[in-house]
């Protein structure tokens, strides 16, 4: 693995409104989901609904490893 090699933490919220999932991709230099776990972020779904979520709250999380393409 190269040093300048990142995580993309893939997560994937619900809406309270109308069930549609919702993703959201945040690259990293750690795969730690503790990280990510106390991290807000503005959740937001096409039918209007709008929240303030934790990382931790998400449905799903998944992490890569995001390679950098060269050039």
């Known amino acids: 693995m190269d040093p300048e090699d990142e995580f993309l933490h893939l997560l994937v919220y619900e809406c309270e409104r109308c069930g549609s999932p919702l993703s959201m991709g945040v690259r990293r230099d750690e795969r730690n989901l503790e990280v990510l776990d106390a ?31 060269a050039g």
């Open 39 to 69: 991290t807000p972020f503005d959740v937001r779904c096409p039918c209007g609904w709008s929240r303030e979520c934790l990382g931790l709250e998400a449905r799903y999380h998944w992490v890569l490893l995001w390679i950098r393409r």
